[in-house]
C-alpha cells in the first residue's frame, strides 16, 4: 500500500517589472546594476543578485568563474555569504536575482540552482522567517515567491540532524 502526498508551491507573477512594489522594483535593479560587474567569461552568462537585510542595509553579488570551472561561484552565493559573513545576526528579507547572456534575450526569469536553493534555505532556517525570491531575466515577467520553500520541497535542514 501506498499514498501520494502533494507539495504545493506558490509563485506570484508580475508582467512586467513596474507593476512591482517600490522595494522590490529597486531591490531588482540593484540586482541590474550588480550583474555588470559580474566575471563571467567562460559561460558569458551575468547574473546579479540583491539581498535586502532587515535593518535595511543592501548586499549585492555577480557571479564569479574561474578557469577551474567549479571554483567558481554563483550570484546568490556571493552576496548571502557576504551578507551572513558581515552581518550575521541580522535576518535576509529578500533577495532579487536576475541575468543576461550574450547569445539571447532571456525572457523568463533566472531561477536560483539548487546549491544555492540549499544555502539560501539555511538562512531561512536560522533566522525562522521566510526569505522572499525575485526573480527575473533580461526582460519579461517577474516571478516572486514568498519563500525559499517554494523553489525547495523536502528541504534538507539542520533539523535532520
Ligand atoms: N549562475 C548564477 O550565478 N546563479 C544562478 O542562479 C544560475 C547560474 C552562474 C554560474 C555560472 O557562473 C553561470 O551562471 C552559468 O551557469
Do not use: W
Amino acid at each position: 500500500m501506498s499514498k501520494k502526498i502533494k507539495i504545493n508551491t506558490e509563485f506570484e507573477v508580475f508582467d512586467y517589472i513596474n507593476d512591482l512594489q517600490k522595494e522590490d522594483k529597486d531591490l531588482l535593479l540593484l540586482a541590474k546594476k550588480a550583474m555588470e560587474n559580474a566575471y563571467a567569461p567562460y559561460s558569458n552568462f551575468f547574473v546579479g543578485a540583491a539581498l535586502l537585510m532587515e535593518n535595511g542595509v543592501i548586499v549585492t553579488g555577480n557571479n564569479q568563474e574561474n578557469a577551474a570551472y567549479p571554483s567558481g561561484l554563483c550570484a546568490e552565493r556571493v552576496a548571502i555569504y557576504h551578507a551572513s559573513s558581515q552581518h550575521p545576526d541580522v535576518k535576509i528579507k529578500a533577495i532579487a536575482v536576475t541575468a543576461r547572456t550574450d547569445s539571447k534575450v532571456l525572457n523568463t526569469p533566472v531561477s536560483p540552482c539548487g546549491s544555492c536553493r540549499q544555502s539560501m534555505s539555511e538562512y531561512e532556517v536560522k533566522f525562522k522567517t521566510p526569505i522572499k525570491i525575485i526573480m527575473m531575466g533580461q526582460e519579461g515577467p517577474v516571478y516572486i515567491s514568498a519563500s525559499i520553500s517554494n523553489l525547495l520541497p523536502l528541504t534538507f535542514t539542520s533539523e535532520s540532524l
